[in-house]
């Protein structure tokens, strides 16, 4: 079952469902909306590279910057960036979350994979981006993403601990272990 603003707002008030900071406009019709952060990272082409997702980590691949909020960052056309979110979150045991693009920005071009929040998560949520035709500037505190609140059929039994549990910031791939 999908949450309603109601439903939400009883998670919250209740403390189940952490959005920190919540601002007056986050709680939407059927989901919330969350911002970027002030963290942008942007991989280096680097053609005689291979990534072994075994065993490599890529910060050295990544550029990453801070900006300001009225400096923005610039997405070039068919880069993939990783974003964070402005927003700290924490999930309950009985919540998985749909993370969609806001619409405003799937009509500027840009485009994110499907993404899930797991039930149990808490950190920053990075997202990753990828560009359309043209060039597109995007600014920290924007609201970007639109994410959906589904009700699991009881609470999860081994609630999300993985890699990315804590994490703040942009936070890059981990190998998974072998």
């Not at 045991?93 to 149990?120: E, K, M, W």
């Not at 999860?156 to 272990?177: A, F, L, S």
């Amino acid at each position: 079952m999908i949450l309603s603003d109601w439903d939400i707002r009883v998670y919250i008030e209740k403390k189940l469902l952490i959005i920190d900071p919540l601002f007056d406009d986050t709680i939407r019709e059927n989901g919330v909306d969350l911002r970027f952060g002030y963290q942008f990272c942007r991989f280096r082409r680097d053609r005689g590279v291979v990534v072994d997702t075994r065993r490599d980590t890529v910060e050295n691949l990544l550029e990453c910057v801070e900006t300001g909020k009225d400096r923005g960052f610039t997405i070039q056309p068919l880069e993939h960036i990783l974003a964070t979110t402005y927003e700290w979150i924490e999930m309950p045991h009985d919540l998985i979350a749909f993370v969609n693009l806001r619409s405003t920005f799937a009509r500027y071009g840009l485009y994110i994979p499907p993404t899930i929040i797991d039930a149990g998560f808490k950190g920053n949520v990075t997202i990753e981006l990828i560009g359309g035709s043209l060039p597109v500037k995007i600014y920290p505190e924007q609201r970007f993403l639109h994410v959906i609140f589904a009700r699991t059929s009881s609470p999860v039994y081994r609630p999300y601990r993985g890699k990315y549990q804590g994490q703040r910031r942009v936070t890059p791939p981990k190998p998974d272990e072998v």
